[in-house]
């Protein structure tokens, strides 16, 4: 199963656990899992059909330009990553 690795400011939804494993093909059923699990994640990591603005997803060490269709495989480690920006 994927890796999730959850950002500190969602963890107080999954009681503080920092990486879970959680069933899913892309990252779309991999949110609906989370979900069932801890109510509420997906509210904070979407809106409406796609990843909240803001929100970066880096799936096996590359950012991913396909959001919550973006496939995954057995051992896919996933981070939500909130974008940084400064000057």
Known sequence: ???I???SLLRDLTHGQV???VPG???GQVVEA??????GIKARLCDADS???????????EVSRQGLRHPL???SEV?????VSGG
């Open 1 to 3: 199963m994927p890796i």
């Open 19 to 21: 990486a879970l494993t």
């Open 34 to 39: 989370l979900e069932q699990s801890y109510p």
């Open 79 to 83: 981070h939500f990553l909130p974008q």
């Open 51 to 61: 990843l909240r603005p803001g929100l970066a997803l880096v799936v096996d060490s």
């Open 25 to 27: 093909n892309t990252v």
């Open 73 to 75: 495989a057995e051992r």
């Open 5 to 7: 690795y959850i950002p």
